[in-house]
């Protein structure tokens, strides 16, 4: 999956996930993208970095919530609506120790069940694209410029989150 950066000719930004750059070329082609803000349907994407993980070294940090200053002058009825539409820090916290499980799973299975092959990443993912090498699943690394250029001609890859060691 891909997650682009979408602009409207109204200046709305977006994402949206796509299966591939082509998948997402198609869908917009035929008129089936469209803003999710004014439902624009002259799209495009917009100027985009890649997303790449933070050191290994690092643990998340939950967000902090804060409670505005008029939430204490709502009316006794309302001020218990407010209250339960606050996110609850615990969940939060539980929310993503379960997420980065699940991203250490799906790091665990690609590096079983796919090659290495270290830094020659795009070289090796453009012989595969191209019908030089056999398809296969294959995991390594790749510089921005590499990623960007990768995009562009249709490749379709996907970041893996670098995540802090499970302790």
């Given at each position: 999956?891909?997650?682009?950066?979408?602009?409207?000719?109204?200046?709305?930004?977006?994402?949206?996930?796509?299966?591939?750059?082509?998948?997402?070329?198609?869908?917009?082609?035929?008129?089936?993208?469209?803003?999710?803000?004014?439902?624009?349907?002259?799209?495009?994407?917009?100027l985009?970095?890649?997303?790449?993980?933070?050191?290994?070294?690092?643990?998340?940090?939950?967000?902090?919530?804060?409670?505005?200053?008029d939430?204490?002058?709502?009316?006794?009825?309302?001020?218990?609506?407010?209250?339960?539409?606050?996110?609850?820090?615990?969940?939060?916290?539980?929310?993503?120790?379960?997420?980065?499980?699940?991203?250490?799973?799906?790091?665990?299975?690609?590096?079983?069940?796919?090659?290495?092959?270290?830094?020659?990443?795009?070289?090796?993912?453009?012989?595969?694209?191209?019908?030089?090498?056999?398809?296969?699943?294959?995991?390594?690394?790749?510089?921005?410029?590499d990623?960007?250029?990768?995009?562009?001609?249709?490749?379709?890859?996907?970041?893996?989150?670098?995540?802090?060691?499970?302790?």
């Amino acid at each position: 999956m891909i997650k682009f950066t979408l602009i409207c000719r109204n200046d709305h930004e977006f994402e949206a996930w796509f299966g591939s750059s082509a998948e997402y070329d198609r869908q917009n082609a035929a008129g089936l993208v469209n803003c999710v803000i004014c439902d624009d349907g002259n799209i495009s994407k917009a100027l985009m970095a890649p997303n790449l993980g933070a050191k290994g070294n690092k643990t998340p940090t939950p967000p902090v919530i804060q409670q505005t200053p008029d939430a204490q002058n709502i009316q006794p009825t309302a001020q218990a609506g407010y209250a339960a539409a606050q996110p609850n820090q615990q969940n939060l916290a539980e929310k993503a120790a379960a997420l980065i499980t699940q991203m250490r799973a799906m790091r665990k299975q690609v590096e079983d069940n796919f090659d290495n092959v270290g830094d020659d990443f795009a070289e090796t993912a453009r012989r595969i694209h191209y019908g030089e090498e056999d398809t296969r699943g294959i995991y390594g690394n790749a510089s921005n410029e590499d990623v960007e250029e990768l995009i562009d001609e249709g490749i379709d890859i996907f970041a893996l989150p670098d995540l802090p060691k499970d302790n």
